[in-house]
Protein backbone atom coordinates (compact mmCIF):
# COMPACT_ATOMS: atom_id res chain seq x y z
CA UNK A 1 0.00 0.00 0.00
CA UNK A 2 1.69 3.46 -1.12
CA UNK A 3 0.96 5.84 2.15
CA UNK A 4 0.78 9.06 -0.21
CA UNK A 5 -2.35 9.69 -2.40
CA UNK A 6 -1.86 9.42 -6.40
CA UNK A 7 -3.59 12.22 -8.29
CA UNK A 8 -2.27 10.68 -11.87
CA UNK A 9 -6.20 10.11 -12.67
CA UNK A 10 -6.61 13.74 -12.80
CA UNK A 11 -3.56 15.12 -14.26
CA UNK A 12 0.23 13.99 -14.76
CA UNK A 13 1.69 17.14 -13.58
CA UNK A 14 1.25 20.76 -14.24
CA UNK A 15 3.38 19.82 -17.10
CA UNK A 16 0.65 17.47 -18.70
CA UNK A 17 -1.03 18.48 -21.88
CA UNK A 18 -4.55 17.75 -20.97
CA UNK A 19 -4.23 20.60 -17.90
CA UNK A 20 -2.85 22.92 -20.71
CA UNK A 21 -5.56 21.78 -22.91
CA UNK A 22 -8.43 22.02 -20.00
CA UNK A 23 -6.76 25.47 -19.17
CA UNK A 24 -7.69 26.81 -22.93
CA UNK A 25 -10.97 25.25 -23.07
CA UNK A 26 -12.19 27.03 -19.95
CA UNK A 27 -10.42 30.50 -21.33
CA UNK A 28 -13.09 29.34 -24.34
CA UNK A 29 -15.92 28.35 -22.73
CA UNK A 30 -15.49 32.13 -20.44
CA UNK A 31 -15.70 33.72 -23.32
CA UNK A 32 -18.39 31.93 -25.25
CA UNK A 33 -20.43 32.26 -22.31
CA UNK A 34 -19.39 36.40 -21.97
CA UNK A 35 -20.87 36.63 -25.78
CA UNK A 36 -23.59 34.22 -25.40
CA UNK A 37 -24.75 36.41 -22.08
CA UNK A 38 -24.84 39.60 -24.29
CA UNK A 39 -27.16 37.70 -26.78
CA UNK A 40 -29.70 37.11 -24.26
CA UNK A 41 -32.39 40.06 -25.06
CA UNK A 42 -32.90 38.28 -28.26
CA UNK A 43 -33.33 34.57 -27.33
CA UNK A 44 -36.20 32.41 -26.83
CA UNK A 45 -36.41 31.37 -23.40
CA UNK A 46 -36.12 27.90 -23.46
CA UNK A 47 -33.67 27.79 -25.75
CA UNK A 48 -31.55 30.20 -24.00
CA UNK A 49 -31.89 28.28 -20.31
CA UNK A 50 -30.66 25.54 -21.96
CA UNK A 51 -28.02 27.03 -23.69
CA UNK A 52 -26.87 28.27 -20.61
CA UNK A 53 -26.97 24.96 -18.47
CA UNK A 54 -25.13 23.23 -20.83
CA UNK A 55 -22.51 25.70 -20.84
CA UNK A 56 -22.13 25.84 -17.43
CA UNK A 57 -22.15 22.08 -16.85
CA UNK A 58 -18.77 22.12 -19.05
CA UNK A 59 -17.47 24.54 -16.88
CA UNK A 60 -18.11 22.52 -13.72
CA UNK A 61 -16.75 19.67 -15.27
CA UNK A 62 -13.66 21.70 -15.66
CA UNK A 63 -13.42 22.42 -11.80
CA UNK A 64 -10.65 19.31 -11.64
CA UNK A 65 -8.33 22.57 -12.61
CA UNK A 66 -8.82 24.07 -9.21
CA UNK A 67 -8.75 20.68 -7.63
CA UNK A 68 -5.59 19.51 -8.81
CA UNK A 69 -3.77 22.79 -8.01
CA UNK A 70 -5.40 22.60 -4.71
CA UNK A 71 -4.30 19.47 -3.36
CA UNK A 72 -1.29 19.32 -4.84
CA UNK A 73 -0.87 22.72 -2.30
CA UNK A 74 -2.66 20.96 0.69
CA UNK A 75 0.93 18.33 0.56
CA UNK A 76 3.35 20.91 0.30
CA UNK A 77 2.66 24.60 1.34
CA UNK A 78 6.44 25.60 0.34
CA UNK A 79 6.32 24.67 -3.46
CA UNK A 80 4.39 27.72 -5.38
CA UNK A 81 3.52 26.35 -8.47
CA UNK A 82 0.21 25.07 -7.00
CA UNK A 83 -0.37 28.16 -5.76
CA UNK A 84 0.31 30.33 -8.80
CA UNK A 85 -2.09 27.24 -10.55
CA UNK A 86 -4.63 28.48 -8.50
CA UNK A 87 -4.98 31.76 -8.75
CA UNK A 88 -4.54 31.34 -12.52
CA UNK A 89 -7.69 29.19 -12.78
CA UNK A 90 -8.87 31.89 -10.74
CA UNK A 91 -8.69 34.18 -12.81
CA UNK A 92 -10.02 33.06 -16.02
CA UNK A 93 -13.01 31.66 -13.65
CA UNK A 94 -13.32 35.26 -12.30
CA UNK A 95 -14.24 36.13 -16.35
CA UNK A 96 -17.91 34.55 -15.18
CA UNK A 97 -19.18 36.22 -12.78
CA UNK A 98 -20.03 39.02 -14.84
CA UNK A 99 -21.72 36.78 -17.84
CA UNK A 100 -23.21 34.42 -14.76
CA UNK A 101 -24.89 37.27 -13.33
CA UNK A 102 -26.67 38.65 -16.10
CA UNK A 103 -27.85 34.86 -17.33
CA UNK A 104 -29.03 34.38 -13.39
CA UNK A 105 -31.06 37.70 -14.11
CA UNK A 106 -32.49 37.65 -17.07
CA UNK A 107 -33.49 33.49 -16.77
CA UNK A 108 -35.66 35.08 -13.16
CA UNK A 109 -37.05 37.70 -14.79
CA UNK A 110 -38.93 35.18 -17.12
CA UNK A 111 -42.32 35.35 -15.75
CA UNK A 112 -43.38 31.35 -15.59
CA UNK A 113 -39.60 30.19 -15.46
CA UNK A 114 -40.46 27.72 -13.10
CA UNK A 115 -43.51 26.13 -15.43
CA UNK A 116 -40.92 26.21 -18.47
CA UNK A 117 -38.27 24.36 -16.33
CA UNK A 118 -40.79 22.15 -15.18
CA UNK A 119 -42.30 21.64 -18.71
CA UNK A 120 -38.38 20.89 -20.57
CA UNK A 121 -37.27 17.09 -20.14
CA UNK A 122 -33.76 18.43 -20.24
CA UNK A 123 -34.50 21.62 -17.40
CA UNK A 124 -36.59 19.32 -14.85
CA UNK A 125 -33.54 18.03 -13.45
CA UNK A 126 -33.05 21.53 -12.25
CA UNK A 127 -36.10 22.76 -10.46
CA UNK A 128 -34.14 23.19 -7.06
CA UNK A 129 -31.57 25.29 -9.10
CA UNK A 130 -33.52 27.96 -10.25
CA UNK A 131 -36.08 27.89 -7.57
CA UNK A 132 -32.45 29.35 -5.79
CA UNK A 133 -31.42 31.06 -8.46
CA UNK A 134 -35.08 33.13 -7.81
CA UNK A 135 -34.15 33.07 -4.16
CA UNK A 136 -30.96 34.50 -4.79
CA UNK A 137 -32.06 37.24 -7.35
CA UNK A 138 -31.97 39.82 -4.27
CA UNK A 139 -29.06 39.46 -2.98
CA UNK A 140 -27.51 39.41 -6.66
CA UNK A 141 -25.86 42.92 -7.39
CA UNK A 142 -24.85 44.05 -11.20
CA UNK A 143 -23.10 41.98 -13.59
CA UNK A 144 -19.99 44.61 -13.56
CA UNK A 145 -20.35 44.37 -9.48
CA UNK A 146 -19.84 40.49 -9.36
CA UNK A 147 -17.35 41.12 -11.56
CA UNK A 148 -15.53 43.18 -9.48
CA UNK A 149 -16.32 41.27 -6.41
CA UNK A 150 -14.77 38.25 -7.90
CA UNK A 151 -11.61 39.83 -9.09
CA UNK A 152 -10.88 41.45 -5.83
CA UNK A 153 -11.46 38.20 -3.52
CA UNK A 154 -8.61 36.80 -5.40
CA UNK A 155 -6.40 39.58 -3.42
CA UNK A 156 -9.35 39.84 -0.81
CA UNK A 157 -10.17 36.91 1.66
CA UNK A 158 -9.24 34.19 -0.62
CA UNK A 159 -5.37 35.60 -0.55
CA UNK A 160 -5.65 36.12 3.35
CA UNK A 161 -7.00 32.13 3.51
CA UNK A 162 -4.18 31.11 1.97
CA UNK A 163 -1.92 33.24 4.48
CA UNK A 164 -3.11 31.28 7.20
CA UNK A 165 -2.73 28.54 5.63
CA UNK A 166 1.00 28.89 4.69
CA UNK A 167 1.73 30.48 7.79
CA UNK A 168 0.12 27.42 10.17
CA UNK A 169 2.04 24.84 7.99
CA UNK A 170 5.46 25.94 8.22
CA UNK A 171 5.62 27.44 11.35
CA UNK A 172 8.47 25.86 12.82
CA UNK A 173 7.66 24.32 16.80
CA UNK A 174 10.85 23.55 19.25
CA UNK A 175 9.71 20.74 21.18
CA UNK A 176 12.45 19.29 23.36
CA UNK A 177 15.11 20.16 21.88
CA UNK A 178 14.21 19.45 18.45
CA UNK A 179 12.10 21.36 15.60
CA UNK A 180 8.96 19.77 14.19
CA UNK A 181 5.73 21.07 12.71
CA UNK A 182 2.17 22.09 13.73
CA UNK A 183 0.59 19.47 12.50
CA UNK A 184 3.02 16.41 14.18
CA UNK A 185 2.84 18.29 17.55
CA UNK A 186 -0.96 18.92 17.70
CA UNK A 187 -1.20 14.69 17.39
CA UNK A 188 0.85 14.69 20.24
CA UNK A 189 -2.33 15.78 22.33
CA UNK A 190 -3.60 12.31 21.86
CA UNK A 191 -0.16 10.63 23.44
CA UNK A 192 -0.41 8.41 26.11
CA UNK A 193 1.90 9.86 28.36
CA UNK A 194 0.87 13.12 30.13
CA UNK A 195 3.85 14.80 30.54
CA UNK A 196 4.01 14.20 26.36
CA UNK A 197 0.83 15.86 26.11
CA UNK A 198 1.73 18.98 28.46
CA UNK A 199 5.00 19.77 26.66
CA UNK A 200 2.98 19.25 23.60
CA UNK A 201 0.74 22.26 24.20
CA UNK A 202 3.06 24.47 25.71
CA UNK A 203 4.98 24.15 22.78
CA UNK A 204 2.46 24.72 20.37
CA UNK A 205 1.13 27.64 22.29
CA UNK A 206 4.54 28.94 22.57
CA UNK A 207 5.07 28.26 18.39
CA UNK A 208 1.90 30.86 17.37
CA UNK A 209 3.94 34.09 19.29
CA UNK A 210 5.76 34.01 15.99
CA UNK A 211 2.63 34.38 13.25
CA UNK A 212 -0.10 35.62 15.79
CA UNK A 213 -0.27 39.09 14.47
CA UNK A 214 -0.29 38.05 10.76
CA UNK A 215 -2.78 35.37 11.03
CA UNK A 216 -4.92 38.13 13.23
CA UNK A 217 -4.68 40.90 10.43
CA UNK A 218 -5.82 37.57 7.96
CA UNK A 219 -8.86 37.32 10.17
CA UNK A 220 -10.03 40.69 10.60
CA UNK A 221 -9.70 41.33 6.65
CA UNK A 222 -11.56 37.69 5.61
CA UNK A 223 -14.76 39.04 8.20
CA UNK A 224 -14.59 42.58 7.05
CA UNK A 225 -15.08 41.70 3.79
CA UNK A 226 -17.74 39.69 4.53
CA UNK A 227 -19.51 42.03 6.48
CA UNK A 228 -18.84 44.53 3.44
CA UNK A 229 -20.44 41.74 1.21
CA UNK A 230 -23.74 41.25 3.15
CA UNK A 231 -24.06 44.84 3.38
CA UNK A 232 -23.70 45.39 0.00
CA UNK A 233 -25.98 42.52 -1.29
CA UNK A 234 -29.02 43.52 1.54
CA UNK A 235 -28.10 40.28 3.78
CA UNK A 236 -29.25 41.08 7.11
CA UNK A 237 -26.10 39.06 8.70
CA UNK A 238 -22.91 36.87 7.93
CA UNK A 239 -25.21 34.16 9.94
CA UNK A 240 -28.46 35.38 7.58
CA UNK A 241 -26.11 34.93 4.90
CA UNK A 242 -24.76 31.09 5.97
CA UNK A 243 -28.17 30.31 6.73
CA UNK A 244 -29.74 31.49 3.58
CA UNK A 245 -26.44 29.85 1.51
CA UNK A 246 -27.02 26.59 3.27
CA UNK A 247 -30.97 26.30 2.89
CA UNK A 248 -31.14 26.44 6.29
CA UNK A 249 -33.89 27.64 8.45
CA UNK A 250 -32.89 30.49 11.57
CA UNK A 251 -35.72 28.22 13.49
CA UNK A 252 -33.87 24.56 12.62
CA UNK A 253 -30.43 26.53 14.17
CA UNK A 254 -32.03 27.78 17.06
CA UNK A 255 -34.15 24.32 17.58
CA UNK A 256 -30.40 23.10 17.70
CA UNK A 257 -28.80 25.64 19.67
CA UNK A 258 -31.43 25.49 22.43
CA UNK A 259 -31.06 21.48 22.41
CA UNK A 260 -27.62 21.85 23.44
CA UNK A 261 -27.44 24.69 25.85
CA UNK A 262 -29.67 22.06 27.84
CA UNK A 263 -27.60 19.40 27.60
CA UNK A 264 -24.12 21.51 28.13
CA UNK A 265 -23.96 20.57 31.83
CA UNK A 266 -23.79 16.75 30.83
CA UNK A 267 -20.68 17.50 29.23
CA UNK A 268 -19.36 19.12 31.58
CA UNK A 269 -20.09 15.89 33.92
CA UNK A 270 -18.42 14.30 31.68
CA UNK A 271 -15.07 16.11 31.46
CA UNK A 272 -15.17 16.79 35.23
CA UNK A 273 -15.25 13.11 35.36
CA UNK A 274 -12.35 12.30 33.10
CA UNK A 275 -10.55 15.09 35.18
CA UNK A 276 -10.87 12.93 38.45
CA UNK A 277 -9.76 9.46 36.36
CA UNK A 278 -6.69 11.67 35.64
CA UNK A 279 -5.88 13.27 38.29
CA UNK A 280 -6.95 16.94 38.24
CA UNK A 281 -8.82 18.83 40.54
CA UNK A 282 -10.33 21.47 39.00
CA UNK A 283 -11.74 20.40 36.04
CA UNK A 284 -9.68 18.71 32.92
CA UNK A 285 -6.65 20.85 31.69
CA UNK A 286 -7.08 21.64 28.12
CA UNK A 287 -3.66 19.07 27.40
CA UNK A 288 -6.17 16.78 28.83
CA UNK A 289 -9.18 16.59 26.40
CA UNK A 290 -7.82 14.37 24.29
CA UNK A 291 -5.99 12.00 26.60
CA UNK A 292 -6.74 8.01 26.25
CA UNK A 293 -8.40 6.38 28.48
CA UNK A 294 -8.94 3.03 29.00
CA UNK A 295 -6.48 0.16 27.36
CA UNK A 296 -5.75 2.54 24.57
CA UNK A 297 -2.42 0.80 24.00
CA UNK A 298 -3.28 -0.79 20.40
CA UNK A 299 -1.92 1.07 17.11
CA UNK A 300 -2.81 0.71 13.73
CA UNK A 301 -0.64 0.57 10.69
CA UNK A 302 -3.09 2.16 7.46
CA UNK A 303 -3.29 -1.99 6.35
CA UNK A 304 -4.63 -1.99 10.02
CA UNK A 305 -6.61 0.54 8.98
CA UNK A 306 -8.23 -0.73 6.65
CA UNK A 307 -8.69 -3.94 7.68
CA UNK A 308 -10.21 -2.85 10.33
CA UNK A 309 -13.05 -0.14 8.47
CA UNK A 310 -13.71 -3.12 5.69
CA UNK A 311 -14.53 -5.48 8.34
CA UNK A 312 -17.33 -3.02 10.30
CA UNK A 313 -18.77 -1.38 7.05
CA UNK A 314 -19.44 -5.00 5.63
CA UNK A 315 -22.28 -5.35 8.67
CA UNK A 316 -24.01 -2.27 6.89
CA UNK A 317 -23.52 -2.04 3.17
CA UNK A 318 -21.53 -3.82 0.41
CA UNK A 319 -21.59 -0.59 -1.71
CA UNK A 320 -20.01 1.34 1.36
CA UNK A 321 -17.70 -1.26 1.98
CA UNK A 322 -16.38 -1.79 -1.48
CA UNK A 323 -15.73 1.59 -2.22
CA UNK A 324 -13.84 1.85 1.15
CA UNK A 325 -11.98 -0.58 0.13
CA UNK A 326 -10.99 0.76 -2.77
CA UNK A 327 -9.98 4.23 -1.43
CA UNK A 328 -7.05 2.25 0.14
CA UNK A 329 -6.09 -0.19 -2.89
CA UNK A 330 -6.67 2.84 -5.46
CA UNK A 331 -4.67 5.62 -3.61
CA UNK A 332 -6.99 7.83 -2.65
CA UNK A 333 -5.57 8.58 0.70
CA UNK A 334 -2.48 10.84 1.60
CA UNK A 335 -1.76 9.51 5.64
CA UNK A 336 1.16 10.91 7.49
CA UNK A 337 2.09 13.99 8.62
CA UNK A 338 5.44 16.02 6.88
CA UNK A 339 6.81 19.52 6.81
CA UNK A 340 4.69 21.66 4.27
CA UNK A 341 1.71 19.49 4.36
CA UNK A 342 -1.16 20.80 5.85
CA UNK A 343 -2.53 19.62 9.26
CA UNK A 344 -6.13 17.71 9.81
CA UNK A 345 -8.18 16.07 7.83
CA UNK A 346 -10.42 16.80 4.76
CA UNK A 347 -12.13 14.95 1.78
CA UNK A 348 -12.07 16.58 -1.87
CA UNK A 349 -14.40 15.22 -4.03
CA UNK A 350 -13.19 15.29 -7.72
CA UNK A 351 -16.25 15.14 -9.52
CA UNK A 352 -14.37 14.94 -13.11
CA UNK A 353 -13.01 11.23 -12.18
CA UNK A 354 -16.01 10.34 -9.89
CA UNK A 355 -13.59 9.93 -7.03
CA UNK A 356 -12.54 11.46 -3.92
CA UNK A 357 -9.17 12.22 -1.98
CA UNK A 358 -9.12 12.22 1.23
CA UNK A 359 -5.68 14.21 3.26
CA UNK A 360 -5.13 12.86 6.76
CA UNK A 361 -2.36 13.41 9.08
CA UNK A 362 -2.36 9.82 10.72
CA UNK A 363 -0.40 8.66 13.46
CA UNK A 364 -2.02 5.06 13.99
CA UNK A 365 -4.49 6.06 17.32
CA UNK A 366 -7.67 4.83 16.89
CA UNK A 367 -9.21 8.00 16.65
CA UNK A 368 -7.20 8.24 13.19
CA UNK A 369 -8.99 5.33 12.52
CA UNK A 370 -12.31 6.99 13.34
CA UNK A 371 -10.84 10.15 11.52
CA UNK A 372 -10.26 8.05 8.41
CA UNK A 373 -14.13 6.62 8.79
CA UNK A 374 -15.23 9.95 8.89
CA UNK A 375 -13.61 11.05 5.80
CA UNK A 376 -14.40 8.05 4.01
CA UNK A 377 -17.97 9.24 4.82
CA UNK A 378 -17.88 12.27 2.86
CA UNK A 379 -16.25 10.19 -0.15
CA UNK A 380 -19.59 7.37 0.33
CA UNK A 381 -21.79 10.72 0.02
CA UNK A 382 -20.22 12.01 -2.90
CA UNK A 383 -20.50 8.69 -4.26
CA UNK A 384 -24.35 8.72 -3.58
CA UNK A 385 -24.79 11.95 -5.45
CA UNK A 386 -22.67 11.61 -8.34
CA UNK A 387 -25.83 10.06 -10.37
CA UNK A 388 -27.00 13.95 -10.51
CA UNK A 389 -26.08 16.84 -13.31
CA UNK A 390 -22.92 18.44 -13.36
CA UNK A 391 -24.37 21.63 -11.42
CA UNK A 392 -25.98 19.30 -8.98
CA UNK A 393 -23.32 18.49 -6.85
CA UNK A 394 -22.78 21.29 -4.39
CA UNK A 395 -25.01 19.60 -0.87
CA UNK A 396 -25.53 22.49 2.15
CA UNK A 397 -23.04 22.70 4.78
CA UNK A 398 -25.07 21.71 7.25
CA UNK A 399 -25.98 17.79 5.15
CA UNK A 400 -22.38 18.07 4.92
CA UNK A 401 -21.22 16.22 7.76
CA UNK A 402 -24.20 13.49 7.76
CA UNK A 403 -22.77 10.59 6.43
CA UNK A 404 -19.17 11.43 7.75
CA UNK A 405 -20.79 11.22 11.78
CA UNK A 406 -22.73 8.48 10.77
CA UNK A 407 -19.86 6.21 9.57
CA UNK A 408 -18.42 7.43 12.97
CA UNK A 409 -21.30 5.71 14.27
CA UNK A 410 -21.07 2.86 12.57
CA UNK A 411 -17.57 2.03 13.57
CA UNK A 412 -17.44 2.78 17.00
CA UNK A 413 -21.26 1.78 18.33
CA UNK A 414 -19.87 -1.96 16.60
CA UNK A 415 -16.35 -1.74 18.54
CA UNK A 416 -18.20 -0.91 21.96
CA UNK A 417 -20.26 -3.59 21.33
CA UNK A 418 -17.23 -5.92 20.81
CA UNK A 419 -15.30 -4.49 23.82
CA UNK A 420 -14.38 -7.81 25.89
CA UNK A 421 -12.95 -5.66 28.88
CA UNK A 422 -13.55 -3.32 31.06
CA UNK A 423 -10.53 -1.22 29.87
CA UNK A 424 -11.41 -1.48 26.16
CA UNK A 425 -14.63 -0.54 26.87
CA UNK A 426 -13.64 2.80 28.47
CA UNK A 427 -11.24 3.43 25.88
CA UNK A 428 -14.10 3.05 22.61
CA UNK A 429 -16.77 4.86 24.63
CA UNK A 430 -14.51 7.34 25.99
CA UNK A 431 -12.99 7.80 22.59
CA UNK A 432 -16.38 8.60 21.17
CA UNK A 433 -17.47 11.22 23.74
CA UNK A 434 -14.17 13.11 23.01
CA UNK A 435 -15.77 13.33 19.10
CA UNK A 436 -19.24 14.31 20.37
CA UNK A 437 -17.69 16.89 23.01
CA UNK A 438 -15.63 18.71 19.94
CA UNK A 439 -19.14 18.47 18.29
CA UNK A 440 -21.49 20.25 20.93
CA UNK A 441 -18.57 21.87 23.38
CA UNK A 442 -15.70 23.06 20.82
CA UNK A 443 -18.23 23.69 17.94
CA UNK A 444 -20.48 26.26 20.45
CA UNK A 445 -17.45 27.85 21.40
CA UNK A 446 -16.59 28.40 17.87
CA UNK A 447 -19.92 29.53 16.85
CA UNK A 448 -19.62 32.30 19.97
CA UNK A 449 -15.71 32.93 19.03
CA UNK A 450 -17.19 33.78 15.91
CA UNK A 451 -20.38 35.68 16.82
CA UNK A 452 -17.92 38.13 19.16
CA UNK A 453 -15.55 38.63 16.14
CA UNK A 454 -19.00 39.66 13.73
CA UNK A 455 -20.32 41.52 16.37
CA UNK A 456 -16.83 44.00 16.88
CA UNK A 457 -14.74 43.91 13.15
CA UNK A 458 -17.14 46.47 11.45
CA UNK A 459 -16.03 49.01 14.13
CA UNK A 460 -12.49 48.00 14.87
CA UNK A 461 -9.45 45.92 14.39
CA UNK A 462 -8.85 43.17 16.69
CA UNK A 463 -5.17 42.36 17.56
CA UNK A 464 -4.84 39.04 18.80
CA UNK A 465 -4.70 39.66 22.10
CA UNK A 466 -8.23 40.50 21.31
CA UNK A 467 -9.11 37.47 20.24
CA UNK A 468 -7.49 35.25 22.30
CA UNK A 469 -9.19 37.02 25.08
CA UNK A 470 -12.59 36.44 22.59
CA UNK A 471 -11.86 32.91 22.33
CA UNK A 472 -11.20 31.73 26.00
CA UNK A 473 -14.60 33.61 26.57
CA UNK A 474 -16.31 31.62 24.57
CA UNK A 475 -14.42 28.80 26.10
CA UNK A 476 -15.69 28.85 29.37
CA UNK A 477 -19.56 29.39 28.21
CA UNK A 478 -19.19 26.40 26.24
CA UNK A 479 -17.19 24.04 28.35
CA UNK A 480 -18.33 25.54 31.90
CA UNK A 481 -16.77 23.77 34.61
CA UNK A 482 -15.62 20.85 32.74
CA UNK A 483 -12.02 22.34 31.70
CA UNK A 484 -9.73 23.85 34.43
CA UNK A 485 -10.17 27.84 33.32
CA UNK A 486 -6.10 27.92 33.86
CA UNK A 487 -5.35 26.15 31.41
CA UNK A 488 -7.45 26.40 28.58
CA UNK A 489 -6.29 27.58 24.29
CA UNK A 490 -6.30 30.69 23.28
CA UNK A 491 -5.19 29.99 20.46
CA UNK A 492 -7.19 27.91 18.61
CA UNK A 493 -8.67 31.04 16.64
CA UNK A 494 -5.21 30.74 14.78
CA UNK A 495 -4.92 26.84 13.46
CA UNK A 496 -8.37 26.16 12.55
CA UNK A 497 -9.01 26.90 9.05
CA UNK A 498 -12.35 26.85 9.24
CA UNK A 499 -12.59 30.56 10.89
CA UNK A 500 -10.21 32.08 7.15
CA UNK A 501 -14.00 31.45 4.95
CA UNK A 502 -16.23 34.43 4.74
CA UNK A 503 -18.91 32.96 6.94
CA UNK A 504 -19.60 30.78 10.00
CA UNK A 505 -17.98 27.19 9.04
CA UNK A 506 -18.92 25.45 12.49
CA UNK A 507 -22.20 24.65 13.80
CA UNK A 508 -23.01 21.83 10.64
CA UNK A 509 -20.45 20.16 12.54
CA UNK A 510 -22.96 19.96 15.49
CA UNK A 511 -26.00 19.74 12.84
CA UNK A 512 -23.96 16.54 11.24
CA UNK A 513 -23.11 15.05 14.19
CA UNK A 514 -26.64 15.38 16.34
CA UNK A 515 -28.68 14.20 13.03
CA UNK A 516 -26.40 11.40 12.09
CA UNK A 517 -27.02 10.02 15.58
CA UNK A 518 -30.79 10.70 15.16
CA UNK A 519 -30.29 8.82 11.96
CA UNK A 520 -28.20 5.98 13.61
CA UNK A 521 -30.74 5.57 15.81
CA UNK A 522 -33.64 5.44 13.56
CA UNK A 523 -31.17 2.51 11.96
CA UNK A 524 -30.82 0.45 14.95
CA UNK A 525 -34.66 0.42 14.70
CA UNK A 526 -35.09 -0.39 11.60
CA UNK A 527 -31.79 -2.99 10.54
CA UNK A 528 -31.28 -3.36 7.15
CA UNK A 529 -34.43 -1.59 5.62
CA UNK A 530 -33.19 1.78 6.92
CA UNK A 531 -30.46 1.54 4.46
CA UNK A 532 -32.05 2.34 1.03
CA UNK A 533 -33.88 5.19 2.60
CA UNK A 534 -30.30 6.32 4.16
CA UNK A 535 -28.85 6.50 0.67
CA UNK A 536 -32.34 8.18 -0.76
CA UNK A 537 -31.97 10.60 2.27
CA UNK A 538 -27.66 11.78 1.10
CA UNK A 539 -29.08 11.37 -2.83
CA UNK A 540 -31.86 14.12 -1.97
CA UNK A 541 -29.14 16.37 -0.19
CA UNK A 542 -28.40 18.43 -3.08
CA UNK A 543 -31.63 19.48 -4.40
CA UNK A 544 -33.20 20.12 -1.12
CA UNK A 545 -33.14 21.96 1.74
CA UNK A 546 -31.71 20.58 5.02
CA UNK A 547 -35.57 21.00 6.45
CA UNK A 548 -37.19 18.66 3.51
CA UNK A 549 -33.62 16.40 3.29
CA UNK A 550 -34.50 15.76 6.73
CA UNK A 551 -38.36 14.47 5.71
CA UNK A 552 -37.00 12.07 3.15
CA UNK A 553 -36.41 10.33 6.73
CA UNK A 554 -39.63 11.88 8.43
CA UNK A 555 -37.92 14.33 10.63
CA UNK A 556 -38.50 17.63 11.49
CA UNK A 557 -35.69 19.71 11.91
CA UNK A 558 -37.12 22.96 13.86
CA UNK A 559 -38.34 20.47 16.62
CA UNK A 560 -36.26 20.68 19.94
CA UNK A 561 -37.67 17.19 20.58
CA UNK A 562 -35.50 15.56 17.50
CA UNK A 563 -32.41 17.49 18.87
CA UNK A 564 -32.93 16.23 22.29
CA UNK A 565 -33.58 12.58 21.55
CA UNK A 566 -29.70 12.72 19.52
CA UNK A 567 -28.05 14.44 22.47
CA UNK A 568 -30.21 11.82 25.16
CA UNK A 569 -27.91 8.74 23.26
CA UNK A 570 -24.54 11.40 24.25
CA UNK A 571 -25.48 11.97 27.68
CA UNK A 572 -26.35 7.84 28.05
CA UNK A 573 -22.97 7.19 26.88
CA UNK A 574 -21.81 10.00 29.58
CA UNK A 575 -23.34 8.15 32.20
CA UNK A 576 -22.53 4.76 31.17
CA UNK A 577 -18.61 5.63 30.80
CA UNK A 578 -19.27 7.78 34.75
CA UNK A 579 -20.54 4.31 36.20
CA UNK A 580 -17.53 1.95 34.34
CA UNK A 581 -15.28 4.69 35.98
CA UNK A 582 -16.42 4.60 39.54
CA UNK A 583 -16.41 0.91 39.76
Same mark, same amino acid.
Given at each position: MKYEWNLDRIYQGFEDP??????? @????????????????????????????????? =??????? /???????????????? @??GSRMGQVMSVRSGMAAPSAAFDAWAVAIPNLMDLVRGDEYLRDYEFYFAGKLNEAKYQLCGQAEAVMAKLSMSGGSAWGKLQGYLTSTVPVSYRGTTTNLSSIRNLAYDPDPQVRKDAYEAELACYEAIKEPVAHALNAI????????????????????????????????????????????????????????????????????????????????????????????????? /??????????? @???DFFPRSGKRGGAFCSHVRAIGESRILTNFDGMFTDVVTLAHELGHAFHNQCIRDHRPLNHGYSMPVAETASTFNECVVMNAAIA????????????????????????????? &??? @?????????????????????????????????????? /????????????????? &????YAFGGLF????????????????? =? &??????????????????????? /????????????TIADKIDLLCSLLEE
Open positions: AYEADLQ @EMKQLVADFTAFAGELANLEPVTGLRRGIEMQE =KLAELSK /LFSYANLRSATDATDP @EPKLETISQCQLRGHESALARTLFGADMKRETLDAMLGAMDEYLPKFWQYLKAKAKALGHENGLPWYDLFAPMGDSSATYTPEDARNYLVKQFSTFDDE /LTEMVAKAFDE @EWIAAESKEEKIALIESQLQDATQIICDIYSR &YRF @ETMVFANRENKFMNADTLCDFMLTAQKQSYGDGLDHDV /LHPFMWVCKSHYYGPTF &YNFPARGLYAQYEKEGQAFVP =K &YKKLLYTTPVASAEDTALVAGID /LTDKNFWRSALQ
